[in-house]
């Protein structure tokens, strides 16, 4: 059975912890849910005439099934927040450099303010490109530049 197209696709994927959001150190992360930054992308990808699949995981292999998924389907990008596993995951790395659906690398703070083990992002240096420190905002700068490809 064949697929639906997928190009208008967007997938969100958001990693551990990230389920917390509004509640988990909110002078970091901000006051907005994961609810929230979804109903905020699904209006701003109506508008864009996109598809938002918003999908969160405290496991690293989900992430990595997601988004041999979204290129498997021909999704238009991936927009991921990999959260702590931005700084561990070589294999989030290399499943990002497996595929060409291109993958944007977005964080609510900014890494290279925090802590000096938050510095390195595996994500970053696969990914298309990153946006980070502007809160949700960030990904719906992801989305419109997702919108471009």
Not at 48 to 63: A, F, P, T, V, Y
Not at 119 to 125: D, F, M, P, T, V
């Amino acid at each position: 059975m064949r697929m639906p197209d997928a190009s208008n696709l967007v997938y969100v994927l958001n990693g551990p912890n990230l389920n917390l959001l509004g509640t988990r150190e909110p002078e970091i992360y901000g006051h907005d849910t994961l609810d929230d930054i979804a109903g905020m992308l699904e209006e701003r990808g109506r508008e864009l005439g996109l598809e938002i699949d918003l999908r969160q995981s405290n496991h690293e292999g989900h992430l990595v099934d997601w988004i041999q998924e979204a290129a498997s389907r021909g999704a238009r990008a991936v927009i991921i927040n990999a959260a702590g596993l931005t700084h561990t995951s070589v294999v989030l790395h290399d499943t990002i450099k497996g595929v060409k659906t291109p993958v944007i690398e977005v964080h609510l703070s900014n890494p290279q303010r925090r802590e000096s083990f938050r510095h390195h992002s595996y994500i970053g240096s696969a990914a298309r490109g990153t946006i980070v420190g502007f809160g949700a905002l960030g990904y719906r700068l992801a989305l419109d530049a997702a919108a471009t490809f």
